[in-house]
Every structure is written in C-alpha cells, then in structure tokens.
C-alpha cells in the first residue's frame, strides 16, 4: 500500500511525503513470549495446564522486571467461583483455564460477574464468575 500524500501542498509542514506510518502500540517482548505460553500450554495435558501456564507467567514477569527500559508487564491470579484459574493482565484481557483445562479469552471486565470488597482506602476484587458464552475459546494450532 502507498500511504504517500498526492499533493504536497497539502502536507502539513514539516512532514515529508514518504514518511512511513507508524502504529502508536509499542511492542514488548512480553508479547511473544506470551503467545509462546499460550501455545506450549495448549500442547500440554489438560489438568497440568493451570499450573504450568501460571509458571510461564511468572516467568515473563520475572523477565519483564529484569527489562525495565520495557514496557511494565503484570498478572494478578485469581480462582474463579467455578474452581476456574484467571490470569488478570493489565490492558484489559484476561485468560481463563476451567477446571476442565480449556483455555478463554476474556475482556476483564465485560466477560465476568465481579463483586468487589470495599475498605475506605480501597477497592479489591472479592469474587470472579467467569461468563463463557461471552468469551472466545483458544484452541491449539
């Protein structure tokens, strides 16, 4: 695709007329090693699954920390009401292994029932329903 202007007298100035596009969303090496987990833990047997993937996440958060020119990168751990294993991250995704080892993704807000434990200073999640009609199962490759 050619993203050039046609005119550069409509350029605004100061731009030039085959300066690339570049994305606004920052890369991490979180990402990949992400993906990796969600694929090594999709090849593994289905009850080892929740164990092994909280590993894999530990691991990235370990490395993440080590990397601190890197974008931060975290996972808050949940049990779902159901016995289910919910890994919270901070962009507003979520994954889900239940208790018969599928793995969801989830929106961390939209695809759970949420009740919430209140102190004057704070606001910390009591409980998580996951809702899996809502959510997209991931499956291996």
Sequence with gaps: MNYRKRNLEEAPSGLAEDAPLVSG????????????AITDTLRAPAGDRALLFEQFVRDIESFMADHPEERPWTCRVYTGTDGSRIFRGGVGHSLVIDTSGRLWRARSYEDFDTTYTFTESTCEIDCLTPLYSQMREYLPE
Excluded: H, Q
């Design 25 to 36: 969303v920052v890369y991490s090496p979180a990402d990949g090693m992400l993906r990796r």
